[in-house]
């Protein structure tokens, strides 16, 4: 789960770190509010889950009313698409009307899980503002890393290191080794995935501010953080794959105009694959999961069905733990509720195939069976669409 | 002889009496696998199907039925716990099921198993079967395997029978199959099973199919490039896969240029694998390989 800006932001105030002061507004008219506290020079930051965002226009400076209004007429409630995003972009649905804060150095900081080492890694670098996948690309050896070994936790020589590498002033040091302490904390209070500050910055007095803030939540973990559902926003998530994450159902929505049900995940972007290869494009992925019921599949296909892009549908079974009679039902059950013609290509495999497939058979559904990968992914290109 | 597993193993079971675990441990029995006793903590003294003995703690299964193998089917907010004890009471090969176990917890959790002196395999994973022995330790469909000399090694489950699958409708026989995991923190590694594998005299040729996130199977073709001489066929899934997604296995997200298909598919090839080219083409490509050998 990601978290915007503004909210990253309060967790950091909550745990007693600099960031600039701000009013966050939904409507154009909390804008002279919002000024009157702030005051008239300030930064305009719209609150999408999406990176790029200064690049694409979504971060503006501004020094009269006048300007701020005509900004914010123009981005409030539209779309922006930035280098991450789709062609039709993410909706701002809020702008953080932010001080201005006077700049000496900018840092790029983060904490996240170093997979090959099996721990979480403090990432820096020098090169702040700079998206850290640039740096990695360009200059590897400018980022600066520093494991956390779960047995002792984060020392302090190793935020020693980060300071002379930094090359933090003297007068900031402390401020900034309280910042590391704080955010490795955070990291592990509300289980983070990625934890990023860019740009950190030093101001000219001296101070060590949090200018941007970006978190990802393990969804793995959400389980724990009941009190951080709320800061779920749905309006930044692709609608399909929100109502698949409400269901527990692995999805991700893709270009194509072939519907995909299958049950794993590694047979998933196998079928994705063949289905490519064969000159089809899938509409999405989608795992089913190992213990669905009839009522699961029949959500995931209906799901699936409401993508207005499908014009045929591919499912791929391999019955195991979900039986093939039971995926049959789960098929036919979403057919008759969303009143779908769209045709069928099924290949099932494993536990109760023949009773799954008398089930699709005499369903009066548009079927067509595929005994292999390739006959399926075969079948599914030259299947003429509804 | 197979990896892993054999006619010696003794099977326990932590979560025998869950939903899942009652249900796997009933086709493992079926199978022929021995599963000698079962772990759930406030059932201790009652019999699974009548037969096989559970106990509240592993040290006391362990006491009375001496298993070597532990198959764990415990809840995610549980299963660090159980694979710790399993862990503690040193039973060489932990085999951990459960998917959706938080990554913050199995940092610590790797770190205690690898101060022990047991394997870990998974979490999220399928586990591991041997064919000719009859001992299935997982959630794979037993009735799929062959016995034969082809070597499996896979992240994923249903990908994993696809592939044995295949294999099987030509003939071809395996002499193990295993999965190590869909999880970004994994206690066993593509390079420890294709060890295990080049040591394994019933197995002639390595089936490696590899995904999308992370680069251990970067590491794992660094490694095949100098120290295993069976020949290797290699598949690796999720080039359709857009960035930053995550494609149902926790790991399986491209977040950077060495994560994607192409990069990996790449390395592979160069350390001399023969290249599987779609997740269509396993047993079409084993086969040609066994011929030539």
Do not use: W
């Given at each position: 789960?990601k978290?915007?800006?503004?909210?990253?932001?309060?967790?950091?105030?909550?745990?007693?770190?600099?960031?600039?002061?701000?009013?966050?507004?939904?409507?154009?008219?909390?804008?002279?509010?919002?000024?009157?506290?702030?005051?008239e020079?300030?930064?305009?930051?719209?609150?999408v889950?999406?990176?790029?965002?200064g690049?694409?226009?979504?971060?503006?400076?501004?020094?009269?009313?006048?300007?701020?209004?005509?900004?914010?007429?123009?981005?409030?409630?539209?779309?922006?698409?930035?280098h991450?995003?789709?062609?039709?972009g993410?909706?701002?649905?809020?702008?953080?009307?932010?001080?201005?804060?006077?700049?000496k150095?900018?840092?790029?900081?983060?904490i996240?899980?170093?997979?090959?080492?099996?721990c979480?890694t403090?990432?820096?670098?020098?090169?702040?503002?700079?998206?850290?996948?640039?740096?990695a690309?360009?200059n590897?050896?400018d980022?600066?890393?520093?494991?956390?070994?779960?047995?002792?936790?984060?020392?302090?020589?190793?935020?020693?290191?980060?300071?002379?590498?930094?090359?933090?002033?003297?007068?900031?040091?402390?401020?900034?080794?309280?910042?590391?302490n704080?955010?490795?904390?955070?990291?592990?209070?509300?289980d983070?995935?990625?934890?990023?500050?860019?740009?950190?910055?030093?101001?000219?007095d001296?101070?060590?501010?949090?200018?941007d803030?970006?978190?990802?939540?393990?969804?793995d973990?959400?389980f724990?953080?009941?009190?951080l559902?709320?800061?779920?926003?749905?309006?930044?998530?692709?609608?399909?794959?929100?109502?698949?994450?409400?269901?527990?159902?692995?999805?991700?929505?893709?270009?194509?105009?072939?519907?995909?049900?299958?049950?794993?995940?590694?047979?998933?972007?196998a079928?994705?694959?063949?289905?490519?290869?064969?000159?089809?494009?899938p509409?999405n992925?989608?795992?089913?999961?190992?213990?669905?019921?009839?009522?699961?599949?029949?959500k995931?296909?209906?799901?699936?069905l409401?993508?207005?892009?499908?014009t045929?549908?591919?499912?791929?079974i391999?019955?195991?733990?979900?039986?093939?009679?039971?995926?049959?039902?789960?098929?036919?059950s979403?057919y008759?509720?969303?009143?779908?013609?769209?045709?069928?290509?099924?290949?099932?495999?494993?536990?109760?195939?023949?009773?799954?497939?008398?089930?699709?058979?005499?369903?009066?559904?548009?079927?067509?069976?595929?005994?292999?990968?390739s006959?399926?992914?075969?079948?599914?290109?030259?299947?003429?669409?509804? | 002889?197979?990896?892993?597993?054999?006619?010696?193993?003794?099977?326990?079971?932590?979560?025998?009496?869950?939903?899942?675990?009652?249900?796997?441990?009933?086709?493992?029995?079926?199978?022929?696998?021995?599963?000698?006793?079962?772990?759930?903590?406030?059932?201790?003294?009652?019999?699974?199907?009548?037969?096989?003995?559970?106990?509240?703690?592993?040290?006391?299964?362990?006491?009375?039925?001496?298993?070597n193998?532990?198959?764990?089917?415990?809840?995610?907010?549980?299963?660090?716990?159980?694979i710790?004890e399993?862990?503690?009471?040193?039973i060489?090969l932990?085999?951990?099921?459960?998917?959706?176990?938080?990554?913050?917890?199995?940092?610590?959790?790797?770190r205690y198993v690898?101060?022990?002196?047991?394997?870990?395999?998974?979490?999220?994973c399928?586990?591991?079967?041997?064919?000719?022995?009859?001992?299935?330790?997982?959630?794979?469909?037993?009735?799929?395997?062959?016995?034969?000399?082809?070597?499996?090694?896979?992240?994923?489950?249903?990908?994993t029978?696809?592939a044995?699958?295949?294999?099987?409708?030509?003939?071809?026989?395996?002499?193990s199959?295993?999965?190590?995991?869909?999880?970004?923190?994994?206690?066993?590694?593509?390079?420890?099973?294709?060890?295990?594998?080049?040591?394994?005299p019933?197995?002639?040729?390595?089936?490696f199919?590899?995904?999308?996130?992370?680069?251990?199977?970067?590491?794992?073709?660094?490694?095949?490039?100098?120290?295993?001489?069976?020949?290797?066929?290699?598949?690796?899934?999720?080039?359709?896969?857009?960035?930053?997604?995550?494609?149902?296995?926790?790991?399986?997200?491209?977040?950077?240029?060495?994560?994607?298909?192409?990069?990996?598919?790449?390395?592979?090839k160069?350390?001399?694998?023969?290249?599987?080219p779609?997740?269509?083409?396993?047993?079409?490509?084993?086969?040609?390989?066994?011929?030539?050998?």
């Open positions: 789960m978290l915007h800006e503004y909210q990253t932001k309060q967790i950091f105030r909550n745990y007693q770190l600099n960031v600039p002061n701000s009013v966050l507004i939904t409507e154009p008219k909390e804008l002279d509010h919002a000024l009157a506290t702030i005051g020079k300030c930064v305009l930051k719209c609150q889950h999406a990176g790029g965002r690049k694409a226009g979504g971060v503006k400076l501004v020094s009269t009313l006048t300007e701020a209004k005509a900004y914010v007429s123009d981005m409030l409630m539209s779309n922006l698409v930035t991450q995003t789709d062609d039709a993410v909706p701002v649905t809020s702008i953080l009307v932010e001080e201005l804060t006077d700049i150095t900018e840092l790029y900081l983060a996240t899980l170093d997979r090959n080492n099996q979480p403090i990432l820096a670098s020098k090169a702040g503002g700079m998206e850290i996948e640039e740096v690309e360009s590897p050896d980022i600066i890393y520093e494991n956390i070994n779960p047995s002792v936790g984060l020392q302090p020589f190793q935020i020693r290191n980060l300071i002379t590498k930094l090359e933090i002033p003297k007068d900031s040091s402390s401020e900034f080794s309280y910042l590391i704080a955010l490795v904390k955070m990291f592990y209070d509300i983070a995935s990625l934890l990023e500050i860019n740009p950190l910055v030093i101001t000219n001296l101070k060590v501010i949090a200018l803030g970006k978190v990802n939540i393990e969804d973990a959400m724990r953080h009941n009190d559902l709320t800061l779920r926003d749905r309006s930044q998530e692709d609608q399909l794959e929100a109502e698949a994450t409400d269901l527990g159902i692995a999805y991700v929505n893709l270009s194509g105009n072939v519907g995909c049900l299958v049950n794993g995940a590694g047979l998933a972007m079928t994705l694959d063949v289905t490519n290869q064969a000159g089809a494009s509409a992925f989608l795992d089913v999961g190992g213990g669905a019921d009839i009522e699961k599949v029949a995931a296909v209906s799901i699936i409401s993508d207005p892009k499908v045929k549908v591919l499912v791929n391999f019955g195991g733990i979900l039986r093939c009679d039971i995926a049959a039902d789960g098929i036919v979403a008759e509720r969303t009143k779908s013609q769209l045709p069928l290509v099924v290949r099932m495999l494993g536990t109760n195939v023949d009773e799954g497939q008398q089930i699709l058979k005499t369903s009066g559904l548009n079927v067509t069976f595929a005994e292999t990968l006959e399926a992914a075969l079948a599914i290109s030259t299947l003429q669409d509804n | 002889m197979g990896i892993l597993l054999n006619k010696e193993s003794r099977i326990m079971v932590q979560g025998i009496t869950g939903k899942e675990g009652s249900f796997h441990a009933t086709t493992g029995i079926e199978y022929g696998t021995n599963v000698v006793a079962g772990v759930t903590p406030g059932k201790g003294g009652q019999k699974f199907n009548d037969t096989v003995p559970i106990f509240n703690t592993v040290s006391e299964a362990k006491e009375a039925t001496n298993p193998v532990s198959l764990i089917f415990v809840p995610p907010a549980f299963a660090p716990d159980a710790c399993a862990a503690s009471n040193e060489p932990i085999i951990c099921i459960t998917e959706g176990i938080p990554v913050n917890d199995m940092v610590g959790t790797i690898q101060s022990k002196p047991v394997r870990l395999i998974g979490p999220n399928p586990g591991a079967i041997n064919p000719t022995d009859r001992c299935k330790v997982g959630i794979m469909p037993g009735a799929i395997h062959k016995p034969g000399n082809v070597g499996v090694v896979s992240r994923s489950g249903t990908l029978y696809e044995v699958h295949q294999l099987t409708s030509l003939g071809i026989g395996q002499s199959c295993v999965g190590i995991g869909g999880d970004p923190i994994i206690g066993t590694n593509y390079i420890d099973i294709l060890n295990l594998y080049e040591d394994d019933d197995t002639d040729i390595i089936v199919i590899g995904e999308i996130g992370g680069t251990m199977e970067q590491e794992a073709a660094e490694h095949i490039k100098h120290n295993i001489n069976k020949p290797v066929c290699s598949l690796i899934v999720g080039a359709t896969a857009p960035a930053g997604k995550r494609m149902g296995h926790a790991g399986a997200i491209i977040t950077g240029s060495t994560a994607t298909a192409a990069s990996k598919v790449a390395a592979l160069d350390a001399g694998c023969h290249i599987i779609t997740p269509a083409d396993i047993g079409d490509v084993v086969a040609k390989v066994l011929s030539h050998n």
